[in-house]
């Protein structure tokens, strides 16, 4: 096997370039006669086995600020905590067809569930969008699950209705909210309209002070919500087809930990069309403060007193509670 075998150096991790009937083949025919399902289990005793690819190099690991960016997070994690004050990562989760269709995983029975052949989006009930709201605190987590665009006026929509039905009161004299979120998407760090929806649905409709955080570019996979809500989700109904939206609120509302957590799911109606545009000038009279660390990925958006006119000029740069 030793022409046959690749690995990685610094582990013990190695694997067979050729496939079992390959393998088979030739020791045959160097007077071995063998055959595959027995080239398999030799290869068992000598500890190879069946692997898939796995997503374990990070596309940008040498960003400059990424060191930085997370030791502020640090910062700002223990600074809100101390103060008793929210925090909660946001995040969609993957999209979903609602039907009769196959759904990755295995689950136990007595025999497979049968789904259509084929997942043509024309056949579904719709496509459902999961929006994943996780209180670290608490170990809480609410999904607003609507049918229509991945928008950042859906996030918002999403995390106005969570606080509206849930923050306000278990944080009661909470005048300040912290966001986790990705670098990207609808709540990513570059969408104009995420940041206008913060401002007028959060700052100035609900009385909030906002300060977001993105994690680093390709470093999504640290956002709690992904290991700590979205994974568990996965797990509970894998292998289940969804073939109806209270079959997929179910499995969401049933999915708990042995850590305790507890998870609450509804519908979000409503139609968020894509391609809107915010103008120079409905940025300029946004009241946001950009942090002197890494301003890109971190900013605070206060409420105006006048959502109509210019914000004010901001001397102090960085997040005051």
Known sequence: MEPETAGDPLSEQKWVRSSLRSLSARLSAAGHPISPPTV?????ELDYALHVNAKKVEARPDHAERDTQFTYLTELRNAFVAAGLPVISVDTKKKELIGNFKNAGQAWGLVAETVNSHDFPQDADGRAVPYGIYDLIHNHGTVYVGSSGDTPQFAVDAIARWWEQRGRHIFPHAEHLLILADAGGSNGCRPRLWKEQLQVQLSDRLGLTVTVYHYPTGCSKWNPIEHRLFSHISLNWAGKPLRTWE???????GT?????LQVEASRLEGHYETGHRVSDAAMDALH?????VCPVWNYTIRPRIDPGAAAPVMEDREVIF
Do not use: P
Request: a positive charge.
């Open 40 to 44: 398999g289990r030799l290869l068992s």
């Open 247 to 253: 079959v997929m609120l179910g499995y969401i509302r």
């Open 288 to 292: 946001l403060t950009r942090h002197t």
């Open 256 to 260: 708990t930990t042995t850590t305790g």
